[in-house]
């Protein structure tokens, strides 16, 4: 069983950055890949990021590159996503994800969520 907490969120400039972390619960967080995820009001939830549980491999959604970055800590059992040059577009409810494994593009792959964090870009 994996906990995860996300937090850092909050209300920012357009063209400003961001970090938001996620702390999970459990000594097995090494063993699992990371994803993040992002829901815009009315859509769906989509792929942001995802990075294997050493943090060897990274994986990004293409229109996301370049201003998106995933990174983790497993001594701290913490993952985190860098934003940079926020886009009012960015505005969404920010989910960080768990699966035991490889990583994987699809949310349905994961097994553990967060409750999100709501990150608001102000143009």
């Known amino acids: 069983q994996v906990q995860l907490v996300e937090s850092g969120g909050g209300l920012v400039q357009a063209g400003g950055s961001l970090r938001v972390s996620c702390a999970a619960s459990?000594?097995?967080?090494?063993?699992?890949?990371m994803g993040w995820f992002r829901q815009a009001p009315g859509k769906e939830r989509d792929f942001v990021a995802a990075i294997s549980s050493s943090g060897g491999s990274k994986f990004y959604a293409d229109a996301l590159k370049g201003r998106f970055t995933i990174s983790r800590d497993n001594a701290k059992n913490t993952v985190y996503l860098q934003i940079n040059s926020l886009k009012p577009e960015d505005t969404a409810t920010y989910y960080c994800a768990a699966r035991y494994g490889g990583t994987r593009y699809e949310k349905s792959q994961y097994d553990y969520w967060g409750q999100g964090i709501q990150v608001t870009v102000s143009s």
């Open positions: 459990g000594r097995t967080f090494s063993s699992y890949a």
